[in-house]
């Protein structure tokens, strides 16, 4: 996928499931799809990638997930937007391409900072919200085709988005030659992405899904840039999503020097051991115990009589309940606030989603799905925290959180 390699290590099976992201309702349960779901790592480039992976359109054209809802990530695309335009001394009313724009709000956020945008997503659902906000979105996947086509509009980006969507990607050099096709030498490809040394480390298996063709880490993307006559020229560690990095890429001729940060983060990584198979083996381990632990604290806390529902329905919450075989018996329902969930059931556990801001009563736990937003959860229950309530974290180790442990923070 990256190197060309086919020199894979397998180390870890979640079993067949179905894609996280097509919510069934109770008349369409029956027809799930599913597909094998097995993460590999490349011993020669060291890139983690999914042995198989269901078609781009099947996954993407009705994607549920809506950018604009999730506050942390608002708050941290305005922080990255400033970011971008300051680090980069981006001029005023150049023009900023985001690839996967979602529902427009990283745009937006570079609105705010006086540049022009332009949006490319296949999503239909999050298109229609990006159009009816005023945000121009060409409706298709971004590859070599599209950046020729770009071209030959002499559309000419000072700056190309991809957040939380490199890693989506299938081809990944096709990818790459469609941003060859349409950058310039002032062109600066800002790309972030989940960061795969905080996967390892904070035992975050759940990042992995259907939509996750990889898990990135600078060194085997430093590697492939290089073989599009492009460098890497900086890239810097942000908490978003449990752990990422933003990278800052080039043509080989752009103006700004390569960071020494650079060759200092891939020589973290590999003190960490993200180029040695051994590592992910004992990663699979704790893994399995994780899932041996949550499995049975929830049938403690049945037999006990107590009352879970999960907090949030996100992909990765999906990963995690069907390698645990949790459903409905485990866990009554999730709470949610995206509209396109609600109503619906969990893929495959099949666990009903209701609105977060209907329900009348509380539970005894809350499983924090969304435990990548917890500080934020952590904030927003402080008076279900505070009446007793716990809420349950699966990793890095699986805990029980409650307000004793966190009032000291509030």
Known sequence: MNCGSFDLHRFIDLGDQPNGNHFPTADTKADELVFPFAMMVCRSCGQVQLEEFPTPEFMFSNHPYVTGINMPVVDHFDWLAKHTVRRFQVPENSLVIDIGCNDGTLLRKFEDNSMRVLGVDPGRLTGKLCREAGT?????????????????????????????????????????????????????????????????????????????????????????????????????????????????????????????????????????????????????????????DLVKLLKQLKADGKRVWALGAPLKGNTLLNYCSIGPDLVEKAVEVNKFKIGKLTPGMHIPVESEDEQTETPDYYLVLTWNFLPFFIEKYKAFLADGGQFIVPNPTVRVVGYEGVAGKS
Request: net charge negative; charged share 25%; glycine share 6%.
């Open 136 to 292: 121009t979105v060409c409706e298709t996947f971004w590859n070599e085709a599209t950046g020729n086509a770009l071209r030959q509009l002499n559309l000419k980006p000072r700056v190309i988005t991809a957040t939380a969507v490199f890693y989506h990607v299938q081809d990944i050099h096709n990818f790459v030659r469609g941003l060859a096709a349409v950058m310039d030498d002032e062109t600066i490809f800002i790309a972030q992405c989940v960061n795969l040394q905080d996967v390892i480390e904070k035992c975050q298996f759940d990042h992995f899904y259907h939509e996750h063709t990889m898990i990135h880490s600078v060194g085997p993307l430093k590697r492939l840039f290089a073989e599009h006559d492009m460098r890497v020229i900086d890239v810097e560690h942000v908490d978003v999503h449990g752990g990422s990095f933003v990278i800052s890429v080039g043509r080989n001729a752009n103006p700004h020097p390569t960071s020494p940060g650079v060759d200092e983060w891939i020589s973290r990584e590999k003190a960490a051991g993200l180029y040695d198979t051994s590592t992910y083996d004992e990663f699979a381990t704790r893994v399995r115990a994780n899932r041996d």
